[in-house]
């Protein structure tokens, strides 16, 4: 409630009867409507300021274009450059979070579909080149 009192006072809500979550739940299209017509001609920067300001936690949404240019997420080496088989040079986006010990990261792109079966029908599983001929005639690995 007292968060609701530094919102409405901020997008000019003067309306005592909302003074409670009970009363907002009940006229929560209202709230809406009033949110969205202080939001409506205001940057998100603008409205993340404007309510830190006043102790309400905010935030802007960013997409992945502001991810990507953000220089606290470059500086962390964040999206890691990769050439994929299929669709050519890109970024991909490693785990969030860094261990001291290890790398985390990808060393590769993702493979496309029968990339590995060779390592892994002959190396993991340990069939002989005419096993895998065989079962690959069968439709086995269809």
């Known amino acids: 409630d007292d968060e609701w009192a530094r919102l409405a006072s901020i997008i000019g809500v003067n309306d005592p009867s909302l ?5 907002r739940r009940a006229r929560v ?6 949110i969205a017509d202080w939001t409506r001609t205001r940057t998100r920067d603008a409205i993340a300021s404007a309510l830190q300001a006043a102790g309400i936690e905010a935030v802007p949404v960013e997409d992945f274009g502001d991810v990507h240019d953000d220089a606290q997420v470059a500086s962390r080496h964040h999206f890691v450059p990769l050439t994929h088989p299929a669709l050519g040079p890109g970024l991909y986006e490693r785990n969030g979070f860094r261990m001291s010990d290890a790398p985390g990261g990808y060393h590769r792109a993702s493979p496309v579909l029968g990339q590995d079966n060779d ?8 069939l002989s080149a005419q096993d895998q001929e065989k079962l690959a005639a069968d439709g086995a690995f269809e």
């Open 29 to 34: 299209d209202d709230v809406e409507t009033a």
């Open 119 to 126: 390592d892994v029908y002959g190396n993991i599983l340990g």
């Open 19 to 23: 003074a409670t979550l009970d009363a």
